[in-house]
C-alpha cells in the first residue's frame, strides 16, 4: 500500500492568516503517461461529510474558494489556504489515488488562534 | 443534482449481521465506482473498498478483505456495505462516495453520503 503521511497534526491559524498543510506518499503519484499527479484534498468540518476541495494535486473542485490551493509533485504535496476564515475550521485530509487501496492521510486540524 | 442517501444510524449486538445502504441519484449511477469510506471515532478516513454498479466489479483494501462484503443492485441504484458476524471494533461511521470517472479510469471521491453511524456496544 501507498502510505500517506501529513504534517503538521494540527496547527492554529489567526483569522486571515496563511495555513498551511503538508502531505507525503512513500511512493511517487506521478503518472508519467499523462503528467498528472493522482492526489486529491478533502476538508471534512464537524459532523459533516468529508468534501472534495482539490484534485490532480492543483485542481480546484467547482464552488471551491479561491483560497484554498494546491502544489507539488511526486511524492511532496501542499494544500494552502491564503486567508484563513472561521469556516475553515475542518480536518484536511489528503488522497492517493495512484494505487489501490487508494490510501488517505491521517489527517491535519485546523482551528483558529 | 447528484446526491447519495445512505441509511440510518445502527445499534446491533456482537455476531449480529447487518447490511447498510446508500442510494445514489440525480446521476448514471451503472457507470460510476461507489466506494465506502470507513471512519472511526475521532479517527481518520479509511478507504474500504469499491464497487462498479454496471457489473459488480468489487475491489477491496487488503485490511478490509474478508471483512465485510460491497454489493450492488442496479435497477434501484443502491449500493451495500454487509457484515455477517459485527464486533465492537466496528463501530465507526461508515460514508458511501462516487468515485469520479472518466474512460481512463476511476479517482477520486467527487460526491459523498451523509453517513451511516454503526454502533455495536461491547
Known amino acids: 500500500d501507498i502510505v500517506m503521511t501529513q504534517s503538521p497534526d494540527s496547527l492554529a491559524v489567526s483569522l486571515g492568516e496563511r495555513a498551511t498543510i503538508n502531505c507525503k506518499s512513500s511512493?511517487?503519484?506521478?503518472?508519467?503517461?499523462?503528467?498528472?499527479?493522482?492526489l486529491a484534498w478533502y476538508q471534512q468540518r464537524p459532523g459533516q461529510p468529508p468534501k472534495l476541495l482539490i484534485y490532480?494535486?492543483?485542481t480546484r473542485e467547482s464552488g471551491v474558494p479561491d483560497r484554498f490551493s494546491g502544489s507539488g509533485s511526486g511524492t511532496d504535496f501542499t494544500l494552502t489556504i491564503s486567508s484563513l476564515q472561521a469556516e475553515d475550521v475542518a480536518v484536511y485530509y489528503c488522497?492517493?489515488?495512484?494505487?489501490?487501496?487508494?490510501?488517505f492521510g491521517p489527517g491535519t486540524k485546523v482551528d483558529i488562534k | 443534482e447528484v446526491q447519495l442517501v445512505q441509511s440510518g444510524t445502527e445499534v446491533k449486538k456482537p455476531g449480529e449481521s447487518l447490511k447498510i445502504s446508500c442510494k445514489g441519484s440525480?446521476?448514471?449511477?451503472?457507470?460510476?465506482?461507489i466506494g465506502w469510506v470507513r471512519q472511526m471515532p475521532g479517527k481518520g478516513l479509511e478507504w474500504m473498498g469499491i464497487?462498479?454498479?454496471?457489473?459488480?466489479?468489487?475491489r477491496y483494501s487488503p485490511s478490509f478483505q474478508g471483512q465485510v462484503t460491497i454489493s450492488a443492485d442496479k435497477s434501484i441504484n443502491s449500493a451495500y456495505l454487509q457484515w455477517s458476524s459485527l464486533k465492537a471494533s466496528d463501530t465507526a461511521m461508515y460514508y458511501c462516495?462516487?468515485?469520479?470517472?472518466?474512460?481512463?479510469?476511476?479517482?477520486?471521491?467527487?460526491?459523498w453520503g451523509q453517513g451511516t453511524l454503526v454502533t455495536v456496544p461491547s
Open positions: 462516495a462516487r468515485q469520479w470517472s472518466d474512460s481512463s479510469g476511476s479517482f477520486y471521491f467527487d460526491y
Open positions: 440525480g446521476y448514471s449511477f451503472s457507470n460510476y465506482w
Open positions: 464497487i462498479y454498479p454496471g457489473d459488480s466489479d468489487t
Open positions: 511512493q511517487s503519484i506521478l503518472y508519467s503517461s499523462n503528467n498528472k499527479n493522482y
Open positions: 490532480w494535486a492543483s
Open positions: 488522497q492517493q489515488y495512484y494505487n489501490i487501496p487508494f490510501t
